[in-house]
């Protein structure tokens, strides 16, 4: 094993892509994933058929060198399309500017294309059928299974990346090593993934380029276009209680509670009961951890180091920036791994649990206040400010979907413009009836100058 050696735990969206990064720095890179390669085998991608995409995710694909090929995957989502229980819809635009909109990408497309960029190289192998099952930092080796022929084996390692996911064997290990914390935190909420078929001449049903919601308090339904004019459909609800999984447990609960609250949704849905009764319930958790590394010799990165839950999309866009941002410290520091590890973790760490915390805040805004009047119209305020003190106030979405500054900054300045906005819109009913002098003053006194990073 040479120092220009990397072993990399797991050929996901963030997997690949660092491969792809180590790939370009001259790196040999020994890739183990637990998986069949889904290039030749038929297998699910995993969890959620297409994911949003945003800023923060294509600059580090920019910087691989892979936007061109991912540009025509992509689906345009322009806004939030919300649907009431009557059927109505309205369309609350993302952002302000033509450019600020998300997209939908399909997971399997965008890993594939990674994977083969990343052995393109020719420095990159990946091992399919390959889990790491431990890894022993006293004797610096990994120990693999290969999962077809069911044989254990060790490898040795001078340095490891862990991008194995939300279950990272990875940071057992370094958690088993250092005095830190490592928690999972359980929503209490699962998902489940249904499909709205293209429809005639393989037309978009409802509205294409928006993300669909039909937020309903407690749960909500989500649905993101594909390119072939279907729609990922996503139940967001309770494991357990009056409206859950466990509750809706039979084919006339489902179709009473879909007729109920998403009446408008349900002719869409025709495999509704196979695919309610089929398909896998999915877990929600969020991650926490420190430390992220362990001396000179391992990282974690992506879900392994901070799982969130998918209510802001940004688990892989948060991933795609910890994989650039590990890129730049090796760029910068050469050959010094403890300063490369040590950088990462610290940059990304306070930045990882912001985007977890806002992420659950997101899950509470789009099943629930997108129908609140006072957000609403705190939300026509917002881009009301951006207009007029572009440098000063940023709508929290627009800092995270799509700016590139710290999430920490988003959080913590999203906190005082929520203030300022609260203060503003008290005893309000339009944006017209707004002190804009006291706005200006609160701004200028509570807001630093934002720094754009594009
Ligand atoms: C319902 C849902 C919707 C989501 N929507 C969005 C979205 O819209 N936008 C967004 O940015 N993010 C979204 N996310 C989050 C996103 O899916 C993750 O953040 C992203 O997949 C993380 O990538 P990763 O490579 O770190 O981990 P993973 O995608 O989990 O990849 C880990 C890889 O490691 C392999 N592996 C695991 N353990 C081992 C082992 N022991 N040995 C070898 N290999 C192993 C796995 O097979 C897998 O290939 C969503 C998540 C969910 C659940």
């Not at 909500?220 to 609800?237: C, E, H, Q, R, Y």
Request: negative net charge.
């Amino acid at each position: 094993m040479t120092d220009k050696h990397i072993t990399l735990i797991g050929a996901g969206l963030v997997g690949s892509l660092t491969a792809v990064f180590l790939a370009k720095r001259g790196f040999t890179v020994d890739v183990y994933e637990r998986r069949p390669d889904m290039r030749k085998e038929n297998i699910s991608a995993g969890r959620s058929i297409n994911l949003a995409l945003a800023n923060r995710g294509i600059h580090p694909l920019e910087k691989a060198g892979l936007m061109d090929d991912v540009w025509p995957m992509l689906t345009t989502m322009k806004g939030r399309m919300i649907h009431d229980k009557t059927g109505q819809c309205h369309l609350q635009p993302y952002g302000q500017r033509p450019e600020e909109v998300i997209y939908s990408v399909p997971r399997a497309d965008l890993n594939k294309l990674c994977m083969t960029a990343a052995e393109q190289h020719g420095n990159v192998t990946i091992h399919f059928n390959h889990k790491c099952n431990r890894v022993d930092f006293e004797n610096n080796t990994v120990e693999l299974e290969d999962t077809l022929t069911n044989t254990v084996f060790e490898k040795p390692f001078t340095r490891i990346i862990g991008t194995d996911g939300s279950a990272s064997s990875v940071r057992e290990a370094i958690h088993e090593r250092t005095s830190s914390h490592n928690f999972v935190e359980p929503l209490g909420h699962g998902y489940k993934e249904l499909t709205i078929p293209r429809g005639q001449q393989n037309k978009f049903q409802i509205e294409e380029q928006a993300l669909h919601i039909w937020p309903r308090g407690g749960f909500m339904v989500i649905a993101l276009p594909n390119k072939d004019g279907s729609f990922t459909v996503t139940l967001f609800m309770p494991n357990e209680g009056p409206v859950s999984f466990s509750e809706i447990n039979n084919e006339q609960k489902l179709k009473d509670f879909f007729a109920q609250e998403f009446p408008d949704a349900l002719p869409l849905l025709p495999n509704l009961v196979e695919e309610y009764f089929e398909n896998p319930t999915g877990n929600l958790a969020t991650v926490r951890c420190k430390p992220w590394h362990y001396q000179d010799k391992a990282i974690i990165i992506g879900d392994a180091a901070h799982a969130i839950v998918p209510f802001h999309g940004q688990g892989m866009n948060c991933g795609f920036e910890d994989a650039w941002e590990l890129t730049q410290q090796i760029d910068q520091h050469g050959d010094e791994w403890i300063r490369i590890f040590s950088n990462t973790d610290s940059q990304r760490y306070t930045n990882g649990n912001a985007i977890a915390d806002m992420a659950i805040e997101n899950y509470i805004e789009m099943r629930d206040s997108v129908n609140d009047p006072v957000f609403r119209l705190k939300k026509e305020l917002s881009f009301e400010l951006e207009k007029r003190w572009p440098t000063l106030f940023i709508p929290r979405y627009s800092m995270v979907m799509f700016h590139r500054l710290p999430y920490s900054e988003a959080q913590a300045r999203g906190k005082i413009q929520q203030e300022i906005l609260s203060q503003l819109v008290e005893d309000k009913t339009q944006v017209e009836q707004v002190d804009f002098k006291l706005a200006e003053k609160l701004i200028h006194d509570k807001l630093s100058e934002f720094v754009f990073t594009h």
